[in-house]
């Protein structure tokens, strides 16, 4: 299938990379690094990438760009990280000329409109698109390396979740060798502030637990004020509450300012992406998400019901 990708690629003088909404390090790393690598083998070719990707890297990686309708409309869109159109934080992906797609979550079959490469088995993106270039023997600038190892990083939580440890450690030692810097990288992932170091801190005493092993925490906007931060800062927090003993599965709630719910479903063992999906989100088999219409008792209970009858059928195994 990267073959068909690649035909498109060359076929078309310019290419626009969309990333999916709450762009998070292997999304940006995806759009970042396949721009870059597209330009280091075609310079003639225009290469766009839209979104807001992650603003706190733009000093060590680099901005998104502004894409005009224009240029959108007779670009090949290519999809990073994410199912389909609805996916995508820029809505104009659906006026693009052709597209393609490269992904690692599970299939949901919604994205009919090009050829795609999808590898429900990787960690990451950015570690999908590493093999690409590795393998197509393309050339890759230090900036792209930078990127894409922030994916690998961010998506494995600091190579954590690895399903190939020989194969990653291979790709990550191609974009060292090619000028990756994981100090650069861990400088930035690492700074913190008072108000996160709260926000933690909240998370720690305020935590739920179910009865068959769902350990959760809900945020409403209300403690998000009062913590000063953003839903999606902390969505991010989920895995404060991960490998507890007893709680094969950890989650968030959050609520945005607009009412509606981010959730954030994490897995040890239990096989939870039918939840998430059961609710509109999806994902991984072992994280997942979903946006929830509102912050109510009732709908927090009901899910939270539906992974505890995971865990117990997943213990019953
Ligand atoms: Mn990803």
Redesign the pocket.
């Known amino acids: 299938m990267f073959d068909q990708i690649f035909e498109l690629i060359k076929k078309y003088q310019s290419i626009v990379i969309f990333g999916h909404i709450n762009p ?1 390090g ?2 940006y790393g ?1 759009q970042v690094g396949l721009k870059e690598v597209i330009l280091a083998n075609f310079p003639e070719k225009e290469v766009y990438i839209s979104g807001t990707g992650i603003p706190r890297f733009y000093n060590v990686i680099c901005k998104t760009d502004d894409v005009s309708d224009e240029v959108i409309e007779r670009s090949l869109g290519i999809l990073v ?1 994410g199912n389909d159109f609805g996916r995508m934080e820029d809505s104009r992906v659906t006026k693009c000329a052709a597209w393609a797609k490269i ?3 599970i299939d949901t079959g919604s994205f009919t409109q090009g050829p795609q490469v999808v590898d429900v088995g990787a ?4 570690d999908i698109i590493t093999g690409f270039v590795i393998d197509y023997n393309l050339k890759i600038t230090k900036l792209a390396a930078t990127a894409l190892y922030l ?1 690998i990083l961010t ?1 494995t939580a600091r190579f954590q979740f690895v399903t190939d440890y020989p194969q990653t450690f291979g790709r990550v030692k191609f974009l060292c060798e090619n000028g990756a810097d994981p100090a650069e990288i861990n400088d930035v992932l690492n700074r913190t502030d008072v108000i996160a170091l709260a926000a933690k801190g909240y998370v720690l005493s305020h935590y739920k637990k179910s009865k068959h092993g769902v350990i959760y925490i809900a945020f409403n906007k209300k403690t998000l004020q009062k913590l000063s931060i953003s839903a999606n800062h902390a969505s991010g927090l989920v895995n404060l509450l991960s490998n507890i003993d007893g709680y094969p599965v950890w989650c968030t709630f959050a609520e945005y300012t607009n009412g509606k719910v981010r959730m954030e479903i994490r897995s040890n063992g239990p096989i939870i992406q039918p939840v998430a999906v059961s609710v509109g989100g999806g994902g991984h088999a072992h994280a997942s998400g979903a946006t929830l219409p509102e912050l109510k008792q009732d709908i927090i209970d009901d899910i939270i019901h539906k992974l505890d009858e995971t865990i117990l059928e997943w213990r019953g195994k």
């Open positions: 998070d292997d999304c995806s990280d992904d690692h979550h960690n990451s993106t950015c994916g998506d």
